[in-house]
């Protein structure tokens, strides 16, 4: 078709409707970068919420965008966005939480970088408990994408911001002079970049500080300025970060003040770090004896808190947990420690199933639930007094069999 009669053929309306098409076709690739916006602008440098922010929509972004770019071909400045009030920040930024954890805009590089740093971010620091449920429930997915299996620890020396500054300043020189060499990267100019990439590598972050180093470098994912050398290296240095703060949000999550929240982060844990972590929580949602218990010290990795009683959503996630999987197989092992994990677990829901006075009934039945599960579906009810019964019936058989394996296990060892 002759494009030079496209106008004719179309007219005004046409044209205005072909263009109309085109928006909505490109606004559902856009959610990452309107949320990302939206996030960052609700949630303030001083963790608070925003009540007057330069929120963005698929709309307005996609004709600022427009405008800005034809203004920048006329040699104009870009208007910045309009702070206008947002009765309602809580709302926005879970709104928007949700849509950055579905979008698949842009580059995955980009992408994975945005998410970890506002889901990481919201985790730890957003005033809603609502938007920290929703960012903890969504670290899942990123990591098991990356490989994380080791419990966070505590940073006594993160780096603050004045020191995060420097380096980071440090990175933008480097790349600076990079992009300005258009493509022949000088030795100088690659030295300087390597250096300064080294140094952000050492400089040990929490989310405060990892969250802002991706921030800074995420912007060089989606442009063509930086060599692919250069950018892979920024990749592999936001993977870093990326692992170590989700870590600490992880953690977050099951020390949380609200009970939602450290329900989520039970949940999420559990999927990341698997049965160890799972045996851990469950010991924490009834007070240990004073005394030695080979168990808790077997399962003393994640550093987690015992929970409240009145945390009801927290005690029936682990549970639940429980009622899902089974027996986990740490308590089914043919060993000493296997058969005292074994009892351990089941005293503990055993405990919380009869005790009404300390515990909720839907906590109550929600033990009551993975008892039958990990028992075999020997006893389905959610009567406390059958599985009392139950329970006292099963321990001496514990009791007998574990005394049997110390024995065998003690003759063994003195006898190697």
Same mark, same amino acid.
């Given at each position: ?6 106008? =004719?053929?179309?007219? /005004? #309306? ?13 606004? =559902? ?51 910045? /966005?309009?702070?206008?009030?947002? /009765? $309602? ?8 939480? +949700? ?6 805009? =842009? ?31 969504? !670290? ?102 990326? #692992? ?5 949000? !992880? ?18 844990? +559990? ?7 799972? +045996? ?28 409240? +009683? ?9 549970? $639940? ?6 027996? /986990?197989?740490?308590?089914? #092992? ?8 074994? =009892? ?61 394996? #110390? ?10």
């Amino acid at each position: 078709m002759d494009t030079r009669h496209m106008g =004719g053929l179309l007219g /005004p #309306k046409g044209l205005l409707w072909l263009g109309v098409g085109t928006l909505t076709f490109l606004a =559902g690739c856009r959610t990452a970068t309107v949320a990302t916006q939206n996030l960052d602008a609700v949630l303030g440098s001083s963790d608070r919420f925003e009540y007057t922010a330069a929120t963005t929509g698929v709309w307005t972004d996609l004709v600022s965008s427009s405008v800005g770019a034809l203004k920048s071909l006329g040699r104009s400045r870009a208007v910045a /966005p309009e702070e206008k009030a947002v /009765p $309602n920040p809580s709302k926005v930024a879970l709104k928007n939480l +949700i849509e950055l954890a579905t979008s698949d805009e =842009g580059p995955e590089d980009w992408l994975h970088n945005e998410q970890v740093r506002l889901f990481t971010r919201y985790a730890t620091s957003a005033p809603s408990q609502l938007c920290r449920e929703r960012a903890v429930l969504e !670290l899942v997915p990123h990591a098991q994408r990356l490989g994380v299996t080791e419990p966070y620890e505590m940073l006594e020396d993160a780096a603050n911001q004045s020191e995060l500054r420097q380096v980071l300043e440090g990175l933008v020189d480097a790349t600076r002079r990079i992009v300005a060499e258009r493509g022949q990267v000088s030795d100088t100019a690659r030295a300087d970049f390597d250096a300064a990439v080294s140094v952000l590598e050492a400089t040990r972050l929490n989310v405060a500080g990892g969250s802002r180093l991706l921030r800074a470098i995420g912007p060089f994912f989606k442009g063509s300025g930086l060599p692919s050398e250069q950018k892979n290296q920024l990749a592999e240095l936001s993977l870093k970060v990326q #692992k170590d703060i989700v870590r600490e949000a !992880l953690y977050a999550g099951i020390v949380d003040r609200s009970d939602i929240v450290r329900s989520a982060g039970m949940t999420s844990n +559990i999927a990341v770090y698997g049965e160890d972590f799972a +045996i851990e929580a469950l010991l924490s949602l009834v007070p240990r004896q004073s005394v030695a218990d080979p168990v808790a010290e077997a399962f003393d990795r994640f550093g987690v808190m015992p929970v409240p +009683i009145e945390f009801d959503e927290t005690l029936m996630a682990v549970c $639940n947990a429980f009622a899902r999987a089974g027996l /986990p197989f740490a308590a089914k #092992k043919p060993t000493a420690l296997g058969v005292e994990t074994r =009892g351990t677990l089941l005293a503990t829901l055993w405990q919380i199933s009869i005790n009404d006075l300390a515990f909720s009934d839907r906590a109550r039945h929600a033990a009551m639930r993975a008892l039958n599960t990990m028992s075999g579906s020997q006893l389905d009810t959610l009567r406390s007094e059958e599985w009392d019964t139950w329970f006292r019936g099963v321990a001496p058989a514990l009791e007998k069999e574990l005394e049997t394996l #110390k024995r065998a296990e003690a003759e063994a060892a003195t006898n190697a």
